[in-house]
């Protein structure tokens, strides 16, 4: 069973800078891609930034120059570097694991506990 342990949220003004980190356990996933999700109070989770098995990442246009997905597999550990942090971004971070090795995942099927992120004005 393939667990993933969000960490590093916070709380930060705006214009700040973060960086979240992902730990996975329960396989290796140097094949696998992963994904950030975020989900606001009253709305619904949405997609934030995906990082293929090849490290080709995919951003939301929402955060796009402004958020930066990576990865280490000798650690199973994937991040994300957010700068410039705006209120707008201020949610619950999860990271997400597909069952399967496709590139760009058309389903997650393993998610974390999830990190708060604030953003004052």
């Known amino acids: 069973q393939v667990q993933l342990v969000e960490s590093g949220g916070g709380l930060v003004p705006a214009g700040g800078s973060l960086r979240l980190s992902c730990a996975a356990s329960g396989r290796t996933f140097s094949n696998y891609a992963m994904g950030w999700f975020r989900q606001a109070p009253g709305k619904e989770r949405e997609f934030v930034a995906v990082?293929?098995?090849?490290?080709?990442?995919y951003y939301a246009d929402s955060v796009k120059g402004r958020f930066a997905m990576s990865r280490d597999n000798a650690k199973n550990t994937v991040y994300l570097q957010m700068n410039n942090l705006k209120p707008e971004d201020t949610a619950v971070y999860y990271c997400?694991?597909?069952?399967?090795?496709?590139?760009?995942?058309?389903?997650?099927?393993?998610w974390g506990q999830g990190t708060q992120v604030t953003v004052s004005s």
């Open positions: 990082i293929t098995w090849r490290s080709s990442t």
């Open positions: 997400a694991a597909p069952r399967n090795t496709e590139q760009v995942p058309s389903q997650y099927d393993y």
